[in-house]
Nanobody, 117 residues
Framework: VQLQACGGGLVQAGGSLRLSCAVS??????????VAWYRQAPGKQRELVARVFGSTTNYADGVKDRFTISRDSAKNTMYLQMNSLKPEDTAVYYCAVRPLGFGNEYWGQGTLVTVSS
């Protein structure tokens, strides 16, 4: 399973970014498996940002109403739309999928998001 994330960069507080993650080799379409975005800020543990499986979507408390996770089954690509960005959103963002719905979770290489104040 390969995941290729992109879309990170430097943005001012209040700005927006959209992260993309192309998934290949999973043996299925991403709308049929749990997919998620995580992030890891400097000196902190990796944390779940958003997850979607079927019609169920979960967000971390700090990003609700600002971030939106979505999937394009035809492109086998997942997205994270991030609006009203804050300096505390600065982190390396990772996409992840669990092709079987349980068991191994596969990760992308991460994309850096830096939000300046």
């Amino acid at each position: 399973v390969q995941l290729q994330a992109c879309g990170g960069g430097l943005v001012q507080a209040g700005g927006s970014l959209r992260l993309s993650c192309a998934v290949s080799g999973s043996g299925g379409r991403i709308n049929a498996m749990p997919v998620a975005w995580y992030r890891q800020a400097p000196g902190k543990q990796r944390e779940l940002v958003a997850r979607v499986f079927g019609s169920t979507t979960n967000y971390a408390d700090g990003v609700k109403d600002r971030f939106t996770i979505s999937r394009d089954s035809a492109k086998n690509t997942m997205y994270l739309q991030m609006n009203s960005l804050k300096p505390e959103d600065t982190a390396v963002y990772y996409c992840a999928v669990r092709p079987l719905g349980f068991g191994n979770e596969y990760w992308g290489q991460g994309t850096l998001v830096t939000v300046s104040s």
